[in-house]
């Protein structure tokens, strides 16, 4: 099918893949700087149509500055992922969006010390 003059197809990679034993995984976006509306809601979108898919579980935003939280949480609600229960958190489990400020704080307060000679994590082949 041949794309309407103008259009462009989406490519989009995201940020980070979360996965958790027995759920789908949750793409993860890291948002540091301002797009423009038009690409966030189109990005947003495809997130939408790959959570309606079950191609992937959820998907969670993660902000460097208010603006740009604001900036998503805006768009992501013209394209349908809505906080309906009013903590930016969608009722259904699809969507979040959390400042990095505050993942950070979670970081630092959930991570303990490793003991000296745990083995390294090997890299998937």
Known sequence: MKAAPGSRRLVHTPD???????????????????????????????????????????????????????????QAEQVGLRATDGSLRATDGSLRVEMLETVKELVRVEARPVPRGTRLAKAPT
């Open 16 to 74: 980070l893949v979360g996965i958790v034993p027995g759920r789908r995984p949750a793409a993860i976006e890291v948002e540091l700087a301002r797009k423009s509306k038009a690409r966030l809601r189109a990005i947003l979108g495809l997130h939408l149509r790959w959570i309606a898919s079950g191609k992937t579980g959820a998907c969670v935003y993660i902000c460097g500055k208010i603006d740009v939280y604001k900036l998503v949480v805006a």
